[in-house]
């Protein structure tokens, strides 16, 4: 990355992931700031990776020239507050908040318009994120470069073109890892209720889940495809694939996205 100044307000989990993607991707650990309240979670993040830490949130900002938020929505507010009046009119904002509308992001740093959206994963801790992104109308295509480029320190970006298709985002990979680890938690219960012992059925469950991903990552072919790929007619996957079919899969999921596409919207809202 060229030679610019990252602040992170948030050195959690998700603060910490991108911290340390950047900095194995070759940024310099001494252009990296995080403020955090945590006492322990400074100390941890300067003697593991090296980054200047700050207590208080608008010291890290005034050194920004990308400020990525990291926080939780409840206390994006305050956290807003503390920051605004320390950044300047060329600072790049990124937030990855979950449901924090840009206009709301906006407001709260006192109008300021150079904000990007970013809704990420927890798969981004191992550097295989996915992260969805969008653009503030003062987002510059310098600023887009950038925003890529931190949130790729994590895995994968996706930019949208409508705002209002970030809570899909949220819905589909920001909440999505949630369904993956849900299939393979009930896929290990059938199994040891089957008569698997339990360490077997799940080392089964865990190691599948791996393989698919990786197929469908190394894979051009499209998910869809590939199932019926391994799908022989009268055998025991069509037979597994047809309950689920006779059990509504298909509805099942669509109302999980539904669901979880409404609570973003109300987390937006405030």
């Known amino acids: 990355m060229d030679n610019i100044t990252i602040s992170f307000i948030g050195g959690g989990n998700m603060g910490r992931a991108l911290i340390g993607g950047l900095v194995a991707g070759g940024t310099r650990a001494e252009a ?20 200047t830490v700050h207590a208080d949130n608008a010291e890290a900002a005034r050194a920004a020239d990308v400020l990525v938020v990291a926080v939780k929505p409840q206390v994006m507010d305050d956290v807003l507050d503390s920051v605004a009046e320390a950044i300047d009119a060329d600072t790049l904002v990124i937030s990855v908040a979950a449901g924090m509308t840009i206009d709301r992001i906006s407001k709260g740093l006192g109008g300021h318009d150079r904000v990007v959206r ?67 938690e009930q896929l ?20 599948t889940a791996f393989g698919a991903g990786t197929m469908l990552a190394k894979s ?38 539904r669901a979880a596409v409404k609570r973003g919207r109300e987390l937006g809202e405030g």
């Open 188 to 207: 290990t219960a059938a199994g040891t209720r089957a008569g698997l012992p339990e360490e077997t059925a799940a080392k089964l469950a865990r190691q």
């Open 220 to 257: 051009d072919v499209a998910a869809g495809e590939l199932r019926r790929r391994v799908t022989s007619p009268g055998g025991t996957t069509a037979a597994a694939l047809e309950s689920l079919a006779d059990n509504d899969f298909e509805r099942i999921v669509d109302e999980a996205v």
């Open 32 to 51: 990296i700031h995080v403020a955090d309240p945590s006492e322990e979670q400074r100390r941890s993040l300067a003697d593991d990776l090296g980054v």
């Open 118 to 184: 970013a809704m990420p994963n927890t798969p981004a801790l191992y550097q295989a994120g996915m992260t969805g992104l969008a653009a503030g109308e003062g987002v510059t295509d310098t600023d887009r470069k950038r925003a890529g480029q931190v949130l790729e320190a994590a895995g994968q970006v996706a930019w949208v073109d409508d705002e209002a298709q970030m809570d899909v985002v949220t819905a589909v990979s920001g909440s999505g890892p949630a369904y993956f680890f849900s299939l393979v």
